[in-house]
């Protein structure tokens, strides 16, 4: 269970992130005993969290990093992880994020299409290097009965068509300076069920039978991330369930001998060690409705405005007084600057503390100024 020092965050502006590390090591420790198959390799999705704080924790457990630009790949080197655990995906990869890919000697360059893949051989031949490189692949999963899933169907921006597939494959064994090294697919996020997972298994079984015929085979496999977390209770789900999420894989996933099986987590790694603190400036009477505004805004977390997600709000100062509904609002003008409607808190006063819970992930590195406004702070548990 997170414990928030409140004496301590009365000293400290607001409003911050607050990050619970002894959380964090307890989740990277449970994915390390749930995924020991010794074929599954671990890369975390930075693009969720690149606090050094968080980047430090996660690089001294162990696991690799995948990266969607090349400040990312900055910022994972400066964290310390090695270019050979370092994944590169992203449909606007510019030459010099490419030239830095391939200065890194990168672990592989995810492709999203045909002329990205004729830019990275070219490239890489000025510098007299092979690139590795994995086709990203859209599966194509059913959008119907998995409404969630935004990023696997057929008509949008990321990856190359299974009916395009066959060529692209061609082309990559063909040029001289890139190493087709694998597939990789990336279905979507805060994905909460097991039966899309099967479905890219079954998906992915499909395809390496009838490579397998032709005589194509690949090294690796890569499934990317997508596992959701438990927003509406992240004290009773602090950890997610990797064990089954790594099972799913293991059962319906079919691996050729010696094939490494890759993930890239990241809002199941950092989601549920982060909250967001924040203060309470006024309380005012509508007329039908109480408003508790806070210091916090869409310009520290833009989860809700943009995705109209919902963090779990606690009153952190007065956790036990008497329960009373509010719309907990921020101060940026924007009407969507909204963190909660009729949220059931206990009594609330000017100057209390409140914590936005779950906010570990897509929080902090999606901040913006935005009115002018700073970046917030962010601070560690102790221990
Ligand atoms: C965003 C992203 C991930 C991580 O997704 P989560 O839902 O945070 O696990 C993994 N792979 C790629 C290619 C991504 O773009």
């Known amino acids: 269970m997170t414990r928030f020092p409140i004496e ?3 000293s400290l502006q607001t409003p911050f992130y607050f990050y619970d590390l002894k959380l964090l090591e307890r989740t990277l420790k449970e994915i390390k005993r749930t995924a020991r198959d010794p074929r599954f390799k671990i890369h975390y999705a930075i693009k969720a969290n690149a606090n050094p704080g968080i980047l430090r924790s996660i690089q001294a457990a162990g696991l690799g990093v995948d990266c ?9 080197t400066e964290a310390g992880f090695r270019g050979d655990r370092i994944v590169y995906a992203g449909v606007g990869k510019s030459d010099n994020e490419i030239r830095l890919g391939l200065d890194m000697d990168i672990e592989c360059f995810n492709v999203e299409s045909e002329p990205e893949l004729r830019i990275i051989n070219e490239l890489a031949s000025e510098k007299n290097k092979i690139a590795k490189v994995a086709i990203r692949v859209n599966p194509n999963i059913d959008a119907h009965t998995h409404a ?15 009916e395009q597939l066959p060529e692209i494959i061609a082309i990559a064994r063909e040029l001289p300076c890139v190493e087709l090294r694998g597939l990789h697919f990336h279905i979507g996020s805060q994905i909460t069920e097991t039966e899309p997972f099967v479905m890219l298994c079954e998906t992915i079984n499909r395809l390496q039978d009838e490579y397998d015929k032709i005589g194509v085979s690949f090294a690796t496999i890569n499934v990317g991330g997508g596992l959701g977390i438990d927003y509406a209770h992240p004290e009773r789900h602090p950890i997610p369930d990797f064990e089954s999420y790594f099972m799913t894989f293991h059962n319906h996933l079919k691996l050729r001998s010696g094939q490494e099986l890759h993930f890239e987590l990241g809002r199941s790694i950092v989601a549920q060690c982060g909250s967001l603190i924040t203060k309470v400036l006024y309380i005012k009477e509508g007329s039908t409705k109480r408003f508790a505004i806070v210091d916090a805004g869409m310009s520290d977390l833009i989860r809700p ?12 100062t007065n956790p036990n007084d008497d329960l009373h509904h509010y719309d907990v609002v921020g101060p940026i003008c924007e009407s969507s ?9 206990p009594c609330i006063k000017r100057g209390d503390l409140l914590a936005l819970r ?3 992930a897509y929080g902090e590195i999606m ?3 935005y009115n002018c406004r700073p970046f917030p702070h962010s601070y560690f548990s102790e221990n």
């Open 68 to 76: 969607v630009s090349g400040w990312e790949i900055e910022a994972a």
């Open 8 to 10: 301590e965050f009365t």
């Open 305 to 316: 405005a943009l995705y109209n997600a919902h963090h779990k709000i606690e009153n952190i």
């Open 337 to 345: 600057d909204c963190f909660g409607q009729g949220e059931l808190l």
């Open 358 to 360: 779950s906010a570990g």
């Open 367 to 369: 901040a913006s100024r």
């Open 148 to 162: 969630y899933i935004t990023t696997g169907l057929a008509e949008n921006k990321f990856g190359i068509t299974i």
